[in-house]
């Protein structure tokens, strides 16, 4: 019986599958690793047998990755506009625009007029104080609890903030506002109760140690019944600072929103500093945002752990197109007529077939921590 070809001996070399036009073009576009590693799997599939010797090149390029990137895009098909898990809000194509700007060498702390040093995100943070002008001057961080935890460091370390026991959140992945308030070196004195509290509360537990009262929108959950807390405008009659950890990043107020705190109306309504999101129903980059009284911002912005919370000029970029540019995908789905998402659907129902496919009425939720128990008319 004569002896079976050694398929070992058919695999081609190393170098002549590199040696592929496909591949060598893909080396410059992902990287000589994942060229190497596709190659690899490909040869060792070959060996086994799975594949011919003369389609390793084949298989090796069908493996690539269509980026240098673990992530892969996909379809937020789920009913909730800000999906955590899927990335929150994606990006305007002004913003992903202006990260292409910024992806290489940009002005973001020289002033190209005078050739001197400049000030950092000067037009993300112009454009922010033009988007909320009721704020006295702005800061952005690298994150919503970031926000909340310089603020507290800056005003309260070694002191006292009161918050509404019904206010000691939870936000995502485990972490607890009181744990974070608490992490940074301030004392939390809880008032009222689970459900109820009231203007009196605060009061009684204000005393000298107390450097501000902390007012935390439960973004994630609603309290139903017999419930009671106290809004900002009452809390600003107290003889400390309010600040105000709004959480969504909503700026002004929405009609579909009416619950929903904005940043506008916590500063009318007399808040000294507001902490939110700028990933959320904002719409843009993962960023926190600090509005509020111009002496307490300056007083953040110099802290020295700011330095540590500081954004990168990708986010400042991505910030300025978000509030400057159109309307970015998050505040356009909040405001989608039912009818024209209805024809979409049904647009999409129409390329399945001859799949049983058809459109119907729906509903969807806002998600990301923010109005929450609010139903949006969809379609799917």
Not at 4 to 22: G, I
């Amino acid at each position: 019986m004569p002896d079976r070809p050694d398929r070992r001996r058919a695999t081609p070399r190393t170098d002549r599958v590199l040696a592929d036009p496909r591949l060598r073009a893909a080396a410059g576009r992902l990287g000589e690793r994942l060229v190497k590693a596709a190659v690899a799997d490909a040869l060792a599939r070959c060996r086994a047998g799975a594949v011919h010797p003369d389609e390793v090149a084949d298989a090796a390029v069908a493996a690539l990755p269509a980026a240098a990137t673990s992530l892969r895009r996909v379809v937020n098909a789920t009913g909730v506009v800000v999906h955590t898990n899927l990335g929150r809000a994606p990006l305007s194509p002004a913003a992903v625009t202006a990260l292409e700007v910024a992806a290489g060498a940009t002005d973001v702390e020289l002033d190209l007029a005078t050739g001197r040093r400049g000030p950092r995100g000067s037009g993300a943070l112009a454009a922010l104080r033009a988007a909320v002008p009721d704020a006295g001057d702005v800061h952005v961080v690298n994150n919503g609890a970031a926000a909340l935890a310089l603020a507290t460091l800056a005003l309260a370390a070694g002191r006292t903030v009161v918050v509404a026991r019904g206010e000691m959140v939870e936000i995502g992945d485990g972490f607890r506002i009181p744990e974070l308030v608490e992490s940074v070196g301030a004392t939390l004195r809880e008032v009222g109760t689970t459900n109820r509290v009231r203007l009196a509360d605060y009061d009684a537990a204000i005393d000298d140690s107390v450097a501000f009262v902390l007012k935390v929108h439960p973004s994630n959950f609603v309290v139903e019944g017999f419930t009671a807390s106290v809004p900002v405008g009452e809390l600003a009659t107290l003889p400390v600072p309010v600040v105000a950890d709004i959480g969504s990043g909503l700026l002004a107020p929405h009609p579909r929103l009416p619950a929903e705190p904005d940043a506008a109306r916590t500063l009318r309504a007399g808040a000294a500093l507001v902490t939110a999101s700028g990933d959320k129903l904002l719409g843009g980059p993962q960023c926190g945002l600090l509005l509020g009284r111009a002496d307490l911002v300056r007083g953040l912005r110099r802290h020295p752990f700011a330095r540590a919370l500081r954004v990168d000029k990708l986010t400042l970029a991505a910030l300025e197109a978000t509030l400057t540019g159109p309307v970015p995908p998050v505040p356009a789905a909040l405001t989608a007529h039912p009818a024209a998402l209805l024809a979409r659907a049904e647009a999409l129902a129409a390329r399945l077939r001859p799949l049983p496919a058809a459109a119907v009425p729906s509903t969807a939720a806002v998600g990301g921590g923010g109005a929450p128990g609010v139903t949006l008319p969809s379609a799917a």
